[in-house]
């Protein structure tokens, strides 16, 4: 496609807040929490922060750059990059990848709004204290309805924005949600602070206990930064070829990186003391942030009204990162199959519905849904961000270090030479990007 031809976004604030609002969602303030709690706490977060510094900035920087440079979506790029050559098989890894979270990732959407309707029906009032919402939480989402239409909600939600477009929808919508959101979670990080007890959790988010540590510690904590940063899978390939020549690759990459960490830390404040004010369990998975919340809003003065704006925020967040998710299924049937735009996104609601009440109905007890013991959302949550995006990433890493010239990646580090880029640094994530990257991450999935 020629560079005119294809959609970009208005502004640099634009490409920045597209990109902030693909990495923020339910990875920073449902599955980080969840994760740091079934990982024992601390050592968990350290490992997370060293994965993110050294791994996942470069990865997020060599898929951007194959994104601008190749001006296509995942399997195009590839194609465009490397003519002739396999390479353009490696971005199906994403099509699978966007296939397995789209499916449970909109189950957890769907929770997100039926905790926004029950805020409007005032269950989060300080007469709710006291509730057992643990309970509550595992009789709503092992449903047999319930479930399913909050979920098939969220994906309508999700497929209106895409069909409005790349500008449009996506950049005039997401720079209103993040603001938003962090205000609240600061509120949230408040009243959690307060509350008795308050310093156990922040001991268990703090204090790194490494006897905790075990090799599936380290694909857990990786796997979860690139699922947090949209790594892996080609989301940012996509927004990558929207981006101008001009645009500094490395301070967006950075820029995007530290904003998704900080929500990350700062949901995990928020959560941590209140679960072990209120006595919940830290390990039990999934269901952790809808359990907690609704005791943290319960205990405050107008609950119902904070529970409101954060799940509404929440659902926006969580919409703003799945129509990335969309995007890349969506341009891969537009650039591949020569579909219609409309039916690209009909195709990719019909799967994400079809798949998504399979991962819901699999959380049933009893359900036969699972396989090896885990459940199919469980299955598919694992699987995606701990092997499908980590072989992603490992993929784009190996493409630019030993595929792509040195010279052309300097090209896009520096936009032509238009940008200065200290020599030390431009070279350091070079090698981070070439040596360091791909022997971590080929190390852990070796010992995983
Ligand atoms: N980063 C998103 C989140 O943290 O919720 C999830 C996600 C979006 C993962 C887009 C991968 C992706 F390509």
Redesign the pocket.
């Known amino acids: 496609m020629k560079e005119s031809d294809r959609s970009s976004f208005g502004s640099r604030f634009g490409v920045i807040v597209a990109m902030v609002g693909?990495?923020?969602?339910?990875?920073?303030i449902?599955?980080f929490p969840y994760l740091v709690g079934e990982n024992g706490g601390a050592a968990f977060i350290l490992i997370y922060l060293l994965f993110s510094v050294l791994i996942s900035l470069p990865v997020f920087c060599a898929e951007f750059v194959i994104g601008r440079r190749g001006r296509a979506s995942a399997v195009g790029a590839f194609r465009n990059l490397a003519p002739g050559t396999k390479w353009y098989l490696s971005g199906f890894t994403?099509i699978l990848?966007?296939f397995l979270?789209l499916s449970f990732?909109s189950v957890v959407g769907g929770w997100g709004i039926k905790y926004m309707v029950d805020s409007v029906l005032l269950k989060f009032t300080q007469d709710a204290a006291g509730t057992d919402f643990a309970a509550g939480f595992a009789q709503f989402s092992t449903g047999n309805w319930a479930p399913l239409v909050y979920m098939l909600i969220f994906v309508v939600i999700t497929a209106a924005v895409v069909i409005l477009g790349v500008e449009k929808g996506i950049e005039r919508f997401s720079k209103w949600i993040m603001p938003i959101l962090f205000v609240l979670i600061l509120v949230l990080v408040v009243r959690s602070a307060f509350l008795p007890n308050s310093d156990v959790g922040y001991r268990y988010l703090f204090q790194p206990d490494f006897s905790k540590v075990t090799s599936q510690t380290f694909i857990a904590a990786l796997g979860q930064s690139?699922?947090?940063?949209?790594?892996?899978?080609?989301?940012?390939i996509i927004y990558g070829s929207y981006v101008k020549k001009s645009d500094n690759i490395l301070s967006h990459s950075a820029i995007t990186v530290g904003l998704?960490t900080l929500f990350a830390l700062l949901a995990a404040c928020a959560i941590m003391p209140a679960v072990f004010s209120f006595g919940v369990e830290p390990g039990q998975g999934p269901g952790l942030v809808f359990v907690t919340l609704p005791h943290i809003f319960s205990n405050m003065p107008l609950g119902s009204l904070v529970a409101f704006l954060f799940f509404f925020s929440l659902l926006l967040?969580?919409v703003s990162?799945?129509i990335?998710?969309v995007e890349?299924m969506v341009s891969f049937l537009i650039e591949e199959c020569r579909c219609s735009r409309k039916l690209a996104v009909f195709i990719s609601i019909l799967t994400q519905a079809v798949f998504g009440t399979l991962c819901s109905l699999s959380l049933k007890p009893g359900s036969p849904l699972t396989l090896g013991g885990l459940t199919l959302f469980d299955l598919f949550d694992k699987i995606s961000s701990d092997y499908v995006?980590t072989i992603g990433a490992l993929l784009i890493v190996l493409f630019v270090g030993w595929k792509m010239k040195k010279a052309d990646f300097m090209d896009e580090m520096t936009s032509g030479g238009t940008i200065r880029l200290p020599k030390w640094l431009a070279n350091t994530i070079y090698w981070l990007i070439k040596a360091v990257a791909p022997l971590a991450i080929l190390t852990i999935l070796i010992f995983s």
């Open positions: 693909s990495a923020v969602g339910l990875g920073n449902w599955r994403s990848a966007v979270i990732y690139f699922f947090s940063m949209s790594l892996g899978m080609g989301a940012i998704d967040a969580a990162s799945a990335s998710l890349v995006l």
